[in-house]
C-alpha cells in the first residue's frame, strides 16, 4: 500500500472514531471517547463509551467497537483509533487493552488521539506486553489433565 493509501485509510478510522464520539453517553464523567478498528478485510468498526449510573457497569469505546465488529463475523483487528478531549493523546485503559489483544497481534497498531488529530502509532505488544492470551488458557487446561 503507497504512503497516501495509508494515510486515507487512517484518516477515515479518525473520523469514524470523532463521529461516534459526538455520540458517547457520558453525563457522569463528561469524557467523550470514540474509538474505530480496521480489521483484516478492511471493514471498520466505531463505537463510543456508555456510562450507567451504577458505575463501574458502563463500556468503553472499544469494547463497543469489538461488539460490533463481532456482530458482523469479523475476528481479527489490525489497526485501532481512540479518541478522548484533551491535550494529551487518549491511551486505552487495561481492560480494553486485554480486549484489543484477544483480537489483535503484537503488531496491531494503535492511534492513541485526541480529537484534535492523529496522535503517533503504538504496537499493541508496547502496550500490553504479556498478554494473556487463549494459548496460556490451552496450556493450563493440558497441564491439569496431565
Given at each position: 500500500m503507497t504512503d497516501a493509501g495509508e494515510a486515507a485509510e487512517l484518516a477515515?478510522?479518525?473520523?469514524?472514531?470523532?463521529?461516534v464520539q459526538a455520540h458517547a453517553h457520558a453525563p457522569y464523567s463528561r469524557f467523550a471517547v470514540g474509538a474505530a478498528l480496521?480489521?483484516?478485510?478492511?471493514?471498520i468498526f466505531a463505537g463510543c463509551n456508555v456510562e450507567?449510573?451504577?458505575y463501574p457497569e458502563g463500556i468503553c469505546a472499544e469494547t463497543g467497537a469489538i461488539a460490533a465488529m463481532i456482530a458482523a463475523g469479523e475476528r481479527i483487528i489490525t489497526h485501532v483509533v481512540v479518541i478522548g478531549d484533551g491535550v494529551t493523546p487518549l491511551t486505552p485503559c487495561g481492560a480494553c487493552r486485554q480486549r484489543l489483544a484477544e483480537f489483535g497481534t503484537l503488531e496491531t497498531r494503535i492511534y492513541c488521539s485526541t480529537s484534535e488529530g492523529i496522535g503517533a502509532p503504538h504496537l499493541l505488544g508496547d502496550l500490553?506486553?504479556?498478554a494473556f492470551s487463549a494459548h496460556r488458557l490451552a496450556e493450563g487446561r493440558l497441564r491439569s489433565q496431565a
Open positions: 477515515a478510522l479518525f473520523d469514524a472514531a470523532r463521529r480496521r480489521t483484516a478485510s478492511g471493514a450507567n449510573a451504577a500490553l506486553p504479556h
